[in-house]
């Protein structure tokens, strides 16, 4: 597709239970990146990827938020032991290496019953 | 990066211009100002950037001041869909992520 495809669209889950969040960027972006959104709140950065290099993983929030990226291709988000105030919209956005231009998916509705 | 500064929420007619300001008083000589807006139950949408010199496209127009201190994103005739989060962004044009501060809420009434 055109362009950046998260799956699902939205996610019911129980307390404690583990979610993994799909995030497909644009062919040939490098650089690609997981906000979280709350309600009503801004986005909050959480990790990002570029090409080979290590993430920067500084925004995880926890040791049970995890991400992964196979080269430049799929990453997925991974949510352990969820929480109730895991519940948010989660964002993935991609870009070229030198551009800045962020482009954003949908995004995934998580909510932690 | 520099911190931005942006009024929470702003009202404008549809049909008239759209003033949007944005300051970043501790901007560096290499940082961009980026805006993004965010509709509503989407993600947030590339509108324009800039170093120093104004620039123009086909959605908006990106006024910066001649200090680099503040800037304004101007919508010439705003539409009931241009209703959204606006947000302005200040960084270096290379490396890691955005920052996305809290934006100015944007609503266009008829």
């Known amino acids: 597709g055109a362009g950046v495809s998260q799956s699902p669209s939205n996610k019911v889950t129980e307390k404690g239970k583990d979610v993994e969040l799909r995030c497909d960027p644009i062919?040939?972006?490098?650089?690609l990146y997981w906000y979280r959104q709350r309600l009503g709140q801004g986005l909050e950065f959480l990790i990002y990827?570029?090409?080979?290099?290590?993430?920067?993983k500084s925004g995880l929030p926890s040791d049970r938020f995890s991400a992964e990226r196979t080269g430049e291709s799929v990453s997925t988000l991974t949510i352990q032991r969820t929480q109730q105030e895991d519940s948010a919209v989660y964002l993935c956005?991609?870009?070229?290496?030198?551009?800045?231009?962020?482009?954003f998916g949908s995004g995934t509705q998580l909510s932690v019953l | 990066d520099a911190k931005t500064t942006q009024p929470t929420s702003m009202d404008c007619a549809e049909g008239r211009a759209a003033n949007l300001p944005c300051n970043h008083s501790?901007?560096?000589?290499?940082?961009?100002v980026y805006w993004y807006r965010q509709i509503h139950s989407q993600g947030p949408q590339y509108i324009i950037h800039?170093?120093?010199n104004n620039e123009t496209n086909e959605m908006a127009s990106l006024i910066i001041t001649e200090d680099r201190k503040s800037s304004t994103l101007i919508l010439p005739h705003a539409t009931l869909r241009d209703t959204a989060v606006y947000y302005c962004?200040?960084?270096?044009?290379?490396?890691?992520?955005?920052?996305f501060g809290g934006g100015t809420r944007l609503m266009v009434k008829p």
């Open positions: 962004i200040v960084r270096v044009n290379a490396g890691n992520m955005l920052t």
């Open positions: 062919s040939g972006h490098t650089a």
């Open positions: 800039g170093l120093k």
């Open positions: 990827f570029q090409g080979n290099s290590a993430p920067d």
């Open positions: 501790t901007i560096s000589g290499n940082e961009y």
């Open positions: 956005a991609s870009s070229l290496d030198r551009v800045r231009k962020l482009f």
